[in-house]
């Protein structure tokens, strides 16, 4: 498996996943809903299996897949449960230890816990895509995403904070909003995603 080496094209990824977004805007709010409050119900650890359902459909959709993802179709995620779940719980506990060390540090603990987290997210950031798109176990897809990302690692950076600034940016709404916005991130990741690994063999 090789990822395509060409430029970034920041600005039409971005357009792409707001139109990705936009054309079913219905479904990505009805299973966002869902995926936020069933992980917060469930402490966090359903997080990982369901924010791969989500990566699934935007995926889907992005390929025009028929017939179009559906609102339950974030359950799809539990179709690789372990390895999404395992992604989300070793890289959410080691970037909480690590943070937790930084934060130690006088004065700039906390910029250069900030700055790790973002650095280890953009470096993962197409992990999930990789697990439910290639059927990587959660540790070959984290590699796989770190090599894609770190030859165009700057703007690879961009990207991943723009969109995480849209898709977070809900939070702002007493945490509500994050359900319109997060879905958001995660089409533009997609987009981003399909262009730098292409179609999988036998697609």
Sequence with gaps: MSANNGGIKFSEWIQDGFALYKQSIGIWIGASALAVLISLVSFG?????????????????????????????????????????LFHIVWGILLMAVSFVLNFIFCIGTVLSIAVNVAVSTAIMFGLFLIVDRKLDFWPASLASWEAVKPRLFPMLGLYVVSAVIGLCGLIACGIGVIATLPIMVCILAVAYREVFGQPAGA
């Design 45 to 85: 650890l359903l997080a990982g299996p369901l924010m791969a359902g989500l990566s699934w459909m935007a995926l889907a959709m992005a390929d025009r897949k028929t017939p179009a993802p559906q609102v339950g179709d974030v359950f799809k995620g539990f179709d690789w449960f372990l390895q999404s779940f």
